[in-house]
Nanobody, 124 residues
Framework: QVQLVESGGGLVQAGGSLRLSCAASGRTFSSNAMGWFRQAPGKEREFVAGLSRSSGITYYADSVKGRFTISSDNGKNTVYLQMNSLKPEDTAVYYC?????????????????WGQGTQVTVSS
């Protein structure tokens, strides 16, 4: 059983920064990509950032490009999301996920492992 545990969420003022962490544990973690998604109240879960574990290529939603950075520490089986210049519209529950298929890295249904989520609230 693989577990993904997010941490690092919280309340921050607009313009501030947060770093989210996602630690994987359990049996050998074999996801080929890691992703961060978010879901605001009343909205669908949306892609934020992704990282191919084989190529190291990163992908971002247009809304966060230039402000957020996804990275990983493979030795620790941990993926991070550095969020800078936060805006009130970034407020959401943030989830990390591990992809086990070759589906679209930006699509939630390509991912087989999910964390429980961590709340990020950005005040204006």
């Amino acid at each position: 059983q693989v577990q993904l545990v997010e941490s690092g969420g919280g309340l921050v003022q607009a313009g501030g920064s947060l770093r989210l962490s996602c630690a994987a544990s359990g049996r050998t973690f074999s996801s080929n990509a890691m992703g961060w998604f978010r879901q605001a109240p009343g909205k669908e879960r949306e892609f934020v950032a992704g990282l191919s574990r084989s190529s190291g290529i990163t992908y971002y939603a247009d809304s966060v490009k230039g402000r957020f950075t996804i990275s990983s520490d493979n030795g620790k089986n941990t993926v991070y999301l550095q969020m800078n210049s936060l805006k009130p519209e970034d407020t959401a529950v943030y989830y990390c996920a591990g992809r086990v298929s070759n589906g679209d890295l930006r699509a939630p249904n390509a991912y087989g492992y999910w964390g429980q989520g961590t709340q990020v609230t950005v005040s204006s």
